[in-house]
Every structure is written in C-alpha cells, then in structure tokens.
C-alpha cells in the first residue's frame, strides 16, 4: 500500500463546547487527512453545499491514491506506480480534473496558506509553490530512520513523527515541530506512538497501540500519558468537542477518555469518527452511528448494505459514509435518515483499512479516492 496500515485509533475532543482551531477561510478546505489538523472530518463552507450530488468528473491516475487535500482550487493526490520511484504527485483543477503540475513523490502531504509540503519516509521535508509545483525549500530532519505517517500543518508550523525501528513504528520515537517558512526545527521530543500527529487546542496527540499521548503545541512538554508501554500498530487522533474517544480499528479495545488527564468515561466503536457538535459518528461493518459524546448514548443507527471501514465526513449537517465498494451514503446527522446513495461510475478495489485513507471535502466539492480514480461530485 502506498499509506501503510494502521489499526490503533485515538480520538480526542474538547471539554468545553468551543470552536474547532481551524479558521473560517481554512474550514474551506482539506489541509490534510479528515479536513484539517483536529482531523475532525467536520466541515462548514460559505456556499450552499447539499444533497443530491452529482459526478462532475474523474480521473484515471494509473495506481493507487493516498487521501487527497482540496485547497486553492485544486485537489492534491499521490498514486503509487509499478516501483515507489514511480510514485507522482498530481495537481489536478477543482472544477474539471485536468491536470495542473505533476512531479515525483516519495511521501506524505498537507497543505497551509499556498504551500504544499512533503514529508518522505527517510525523513526529507520539503515545501512547494502549490500553485506550481516549484520547490521553495528542502531539509533533512535528523536523528530518526523513518517517517512512516503524513505531517499536519497549523498555524503556520509543521507536526510529524519519526521512529528508529522500521519494524514496530507504532512503538514510540520523536514528535517534531518545525516551521513552515524553512524547515527548522522548533522543539522535538521522545512520543509513542507513529502515527500521523493531532493538534488541536494547543495541544499535540500521538497514538500507538498502547496508549496516548498529550504535549503542549507551544514547548513540547509532556501533559499526559494514557498507557503506552505495549508494541503495537500506530494510530491517529481526531478531536471534536466534548469528551474523548480512545478506539483501535478491528478490536474491541475502544472508548472514552477525559482529554483534561486522559482517564476512562465509557467504551466506544471501533473506527475513526467524525463530528458535529456533541454527535459522534462513526461507520463500522454494516452500520453508521451517531453517537451523544457526553451520554454514551446512540442517537440514530443507519444500516448498509455495504461494508463500513472509513471514517466519515461532516459537511454542512450532512455525514458522507464510504463503503469498502465505494458507494457513499449522505445521511442527515440530525434524523439519520437517507438522503442520497453516490455510486462511483469508475470501478475499481478499495484500499483495505487504514485509518490514513478517506473522503476529502472543500471548494464546493466532495473527492472520493476510488482504486485508481479520483472522483469529484457537487450539488
């Protein structure tokens, strides 16, 4: 897989009910994988965004896609090609799906103000002119061997992970701050977990198998550990508001944790969510659940037909769920109750779970990564 595998899943929200760190220009966009730093999969757009949806085109990139961004009018995505030095990076148009720039790629992306960055599994950073594709600047991050899970940008600074054994990335190495002007190094210290970083609320969330951690964006220090001291597969956090959410995909070692110290509330699904106010949203097996964050309780139960691996999307009071057969279902958060059935007219194989894969939303589009197309629908 051009995104590897990863099973442990954190999912983190807010105590008190306050806005989401993203900005309204930013809420947009997909900066990164599920919208934006929090991960949230939440996104609120200026212009009328609803169901029905139509296809408006796709795309026949030749292999298989990494999570695309939407942003500047353009959507970003990697396919992997026979060899990973045949790995490219596209830019494609918002509105038509032609190309815009193309180049090599080696590694993960997220996107912030104009500027496209890339993090290679050897640990080679580098910033482009979204717009062009012209490379701004390029360093190498030291003192770790991999890199196994995309950057997220926030508030103009770079957070990635990088382990010493490729074999068990999940087991812990260094989380680093960086800055997205030059690459420099701002702060880095030792973190479980291997997974794609959250920020949110000042803070800064890495997963792995045995537990979780919370650092403070600004020093890097250390506020909390919740377990950790187990190998295991990476995993990723997503914060909404509320209470937190600790879950691992394909186990039943799933649940609520106090974001304040990390402690226990109640068990939960399996898969990453998305979220809307105090709504938890999950898709797993055959089902879609809302879920209230502070009771525990399930506000509406959506069956599929289809199975329910990725996590969803939140756009403007609708949930966007993916099949594993690329059917995606638009439910009303506030009923469950269908409104629209989106079938791909591309065939091709999803990817098998990964919590690094999923639906992208922004400039008036929904983007589906499809086995080796990529589709954009509108209203």
């Not at 999912?11 to 991960?39: M, P």
């Not at 790995?87 to 104009?114: C, P, V």
């Not at 800055?179 to 800064?204: C, F, H, K, Q």
Request: hydrophobic content about 45%; cysteine-free.
């Amino acid at each position: 897989m051009f995104f590897q595998a990863a099973r442990g899943v954190i999912i983190v929200l807010a105590v008190l009910a306050i806005r989401l760190t993203v900005g309204a220009a930013e809420a947009q966009v997909s900066t990164t994988f599920q919208v934006n730093a929090a991960h949230s999969g939440a996104l609120i757009t200026k212009e009328p965004f609803a169901p029905p949806l139509k296809q408006v085109w796709s795309v026949d990139l030749g292999g298989e896609l990494s999570f695309p961004l939407v942003a500047d009018g353009m959507v970003f995505v990697s396919a992997e090609g026979a060899s990973q030095s045949a790995t490219h990076l596209f830019a494609l148009s918002a509105k038509t799906g032609a190309q815009i720039w193309e180049k090599y790629s080696n590694g993960w992306i997220t996107y912030d103000k104009g500027v496209l960055f890339e993090l290679s599994r050897g640990g080679v950073l580098q910033a482009y002119n979204a717009a062009t594709g012209a490379l701004i600047w390029i360093v190498q991050i030291p003192g770790e061997l991999i890199f196994s899970s995309p950057p997220v940008a926030s508030d103009g600074d770079l957070y990635f992970l990088g382990q010493q054994d490729p074999q068990d990335p999940g087991y812990g190495g260094t989380v680093f701050k960086v800055a997205e002007t030059d690459g420099s190094i701002l702060w880095s210290t030792p973190s479980i977990g291997g997974g794609a970083p959250t920020v949110a609320y000042g803070r800064v969330y890495t997963v792995n198998q045995g537990g979780v951690a919370a650092y403070s964006a600004g020093t890097g220090a250390n506020i909390w550990i919740q377990g950790g001291g187990s190998v295991g597969f990476d995993g990723t956090a997503a914060v909404g508001q509320g209470v937190v959410a600790y879950s691992y995909g394909f186990t039943n070692d799933s649940a609520l944790l106090n974001t304040s110290n990390g402690t226990f509330r109640f068990a939960i699904g399996e898969f990453l969510p998305a979220f809307s106010g105090t709504l938890m949203i999950q898709a797993q097996n055959h089902e879609v659940i809302a879920t209230n964050v502070i009771t525990g309780n399930a506000a509406w139960i959506f069956k599929t037909p289809q199975a329910m691996y990725m996590p969803p999307l939140v756009v403007n009071g609708t949930a966007y769920a993916e099949s594993d057969a690329g059917e995606i279902y638009a439910i009303d958060i506030a009923t469950g109750a269908l409104e629209q059935t989106i079938i791909p007219s591309s065939k091709g194989l999803m990817l098998e779970f990964a919590t690094d894969i999923g639906l992208a939303a922004g400039q008036g589009l929904l983007v589906e990564p499809f086995g080796s197309h990529i589709i954009a629908y509108a209203p």
